[in-house]
DNA sequence: CTGAAAGCGCTTACAG
DNA sequence: CTGAAAGCGCTTACAG
């Protein structure tokens, strides 16, 4: 049996009241109290019991992370961010890998209503139907799944129409856009946008790929894209690992780069987490990370929250492009 | 206010006892009962409070990683499959970067002690002196920090020595070691033992760098190790990052690989999470976190538990050797 | 198979 | 400033 609250207050010779008070730093404890609390808690090697407070307080301090997988530069990033911004509020970090596993988000829901979480930050969702997620602290990357369901995005938009358009400058005439579209609403779709918009400014035939597709199909994507623009003289590439991909590809095919061929990223390819040299959009991780915890710490609380909110992007020049 | 046991007990008719065996599936409740109360659940929208159960199992069902930083390549893999394995179990993880911060340690110790969880997993440790860590569910990767700490390793010491032997078959005479030295006893020293050994039994003097060193430092010792024994023909590095410095160094110094230079790494280099083509001995991260995660359960469990579990590393022919 | 009751270890009005 | 008491929402012997 570990100590409780009353084994102190008895040893102190105080009511349960004031450990708690102490223990929970009240200012109403006197100073010989106060005291003579402390010593009875050390003395007895006193914890107090977190599940019992959490119980009494409805709250657990711990949020719930939900990506698709951890052990990618993107989310790797991003949980590690995350984690560091709740650490600063006091609240813990619970990782869920969803796998591609719809069940995982109705589970995580469920986790709220029964109050092993107190909120969680969706990275992915594949859920169509608006559930009955009212009351949920709940936030999101990118993708809007719901009309309260506030989430931190990129300028998508912008920033591919300005890539886009230093590589036709730069002498880009065949360009194309390669990427995997994702499930759900989500901003990523802009990407594609601001391409088609590009395209029909510049009178330029769109060539694009932009297919749902899971883990472990970008090689196909790629061969498949390849093959039906053999002639592409510039490429948009969409997503870390098709940008690897791509970038392999491309090489192995005999392609110079940039000379024959450029290339930009939306995301970059990471190296050892270092952005190698592919010139990229560069999303603000930690930014975004830090971002999205706040606002699920506002929900939390049952303040307001900004519904969405836009960082800004990096373009950083690599030696894919002239 | 959420409804509770009580709402559903006082819908269903029954008492409160009963439903808490229809939500915790137990067999000794009549078949017209069970349905009642699951009615009852499913029109009340019943979710059934789960730190009061909490607080009477006296369990949390959830799990601490302390990692040094998640957004590594070695600690992603690893957080991804000990999340994976301990959700088997039904338990959830909660992640901790300790950044190198000696408090973070202690601090997941109270948490234990003050149930929020219940159990830890330590893949670093800063600790020197023996904690109270009596009775605590701890377990750990690489390094024996205590006498009741079971733990999960790899065979360092026969894996190096294989690739060193190996190294020298293919005609390296000068072989070195660079290394970053654990602050804390690891197993990890079985590398530099077996070099030292083999060093020893080829008659060849030894080219080692193994030091202390924090991250950011690996440009630094590549540097002074190259500097100090620019005559090496054969090196084994131990760790990611420092293998993949030493690879760029060696190649940006003209040295043909493996012609000049033969590189064996411990970990081998990730390049977008797959292991690029350097020469290494690859340890066998998934099952050293499910290894992990069941000894930690056990011990949770109060069960017997192997205190030192060794796993075997695959040894990965590249391109680094000849 | 089922209900009433005690209790897990806290927090928090309430009264003093 | 401090104590006694109620109660957070469950689980679990206990008795039937």
Same mark, same amino acid.
């Given at each position: 049996m570990a100590t409780t609250i009353k084994d102190v207050a008895k040893y102190a010779g105080v009511g349960i009241g004031t450990v708690s008070r102490v223990i929970n730093n009240e200012k109403a404890v006197g100073e010989r109290t106060r005291k003579k609390v402390m010593d009875a808690m050390k003395e007895l090697k006193y914890s107090p019991n977190n599940m019992a407070s959490q119980l009494r307080k409805n709250e657990t301090r711990i949020i719930a992370l939900l990506v698709p997988v951890v052990n990618h530069p993107f989310f790797a990033k991003l949980a590690y961010y995350v984690e560091d911004e709740a650490d600063r509020f006091g609240y813990s970090v619970i990782l869920v890998s969803s796998q591609q596993r719809v069940e995982k988000e109705t589970e995580i829901i469920s986790r709220i209503k029964r109050r092993e979480v107190d909120g969680a930050v969706f990275v992915t969702h594949y859920m169509h139907e608006e559930q009955d997620l009212e009351n949920c602290p709940i936030v999101s990357i990118d993708r809007a799944f719901g009309k309260n369901i506030p989430y931190v995005t990129s300028d998508n938009y912008d920033a591919t129409k300005k890539a886009l358009k230093y590589m036709i400058e730069r002498g880009a005439k065949k360009v194309g856009y390669i990427g995997s579209k994702p499930l759900v609403d989500s901003e990523v779709m802009e990407r594609e946008r601001a391409y088609l918009d590009v395209m029909a400014e510049y009178g330029m035939p769109a060539r694009i790929v932009n297919e749902v597709m899971q883990h472990g199909e970008e090689t196909a994507?790629?061969?498949?894209?390849?093959?039906?623009?053999?002639?592409? =003289? !510039? $490429? &948009?590439?969409?997503?870390? @690992?098709?940008?690897?991909?791509?970038?392999?590809?491309? /090489? #192995?095919?005999?392609?110079?780069?940039?000379?024959?061929?450029?290339?930009?990223?939306? =995301? !970059? $390819? &990471?190296?050892?987490?270092? @952005?190698?040299?592919?010139?990229?959009?560069?999303?603000? /991780? #930690?930014?975004?990370?830090?971002?999205?915890?706040?606002?699920?710490?506002?929900?939390?609380? !049952?303040?307001?929250?900004?519904?969405? @909110?836009?960082?800004?992007?990096?373009?950083?020049?690599?030696?894919?492009?002239k």
């Open positions: 994507v790629v061969a498949d894209f390849m093959e039906k623009y053999a002639d592409v =003289d !510039g $490429v &948009f590439v969409s997503g870390y @690992t098709l940008s690897q991909v791509f970038q392999d590809t491309a /090489i #192995e095919s005999g392609k110079k780069i940039p000379e024959d061929l450029q290339i930009i990223s939306y =995301d !970059g $390819v &990471f190296r050892q987490w270092v @952005t190698s040299h592919i010139t990229s959009v560069e999303q603000p /991780i #930690e930014e975004m990370a830090r971002q999205v915890v706040r606002l699920l710490i506002k929900k939390i609380r !049952g303040e307001e929250t900004c519904s969405r @909110t836009v960082l800004k992007t990096r373009f950083v020049l690599g030696s894919t492009t």
